[in-house]
């Protein structure tokens, strides 16, 4: 099992940047793919970005392509989520998620929220036009 602390939410203007962390708690990090999704008020929670468990692949959501990069740690156990050109529409709660299965592949599978087992408690962004 695997405990997820997000952190690094906050308000800033439209064009400006932010970047959210995610500690893991655990030895068993490495074996985890990881995801950032986002719930904006009255809307489903939709899919950001995610990384493989080795860091070599990664996947965005079109609406984040070329303006949000994820990355991540495995000695520290920590993903983060780089957000540069924040606009008004990226305004949501953030939640960072970890997957378990060693049989996802593709984008169709890393993008449901469904594919994921554990979840942080989330952390606001706030982009103010």
């Known amino acids: 099992q695997v405990q997820l602390v997000e952190s690094g939410g906050g308000l800033v203007q439209a064009g400006g940047s932010l970047r959210l962390s995610c500690a893991a708690s655990?030895?068993?990090?490495?074996?985890?793919?990881m995801g950032w999704f986002r719930q904006a008020p009255g809307k489903e929670r939709e899919f950001v970005a995610a990384?493989?468990?080795?860091?070599?692949?990664?996947y965005y959501a079109d609406s984040v392509k070329g303006r949000f990069t994820i990355s991540r740690g495995n000695a520290k156990n920590t993903v983060s989520l780089q957000m540069n050109s924040l606009k008004p529409e990226d305004t949501a709660v953030y939640y960072c998620?970890?997957?378990?299965?060693?049989?996802?592949?593709?984008?169709?599978?890393?993008?449901?929220?469904?594919?994921?087992?554990?979840w942080g408690q989330g952390t606001q962004v706030t982009v103010s036009s």
């Open positions: 998620a970890a997957d378990r299965s060693d049989y996802c592949s593709g984008y169709g599978c890393y993008a449901m929220s469904s594919e994921y087992d554990y």
């Open positions: 655990g030895r068993t990090f490495r074996r985890y793919d």
């Open positions: 990384i493989s468990r080795s860091g070599g692949t990664t």
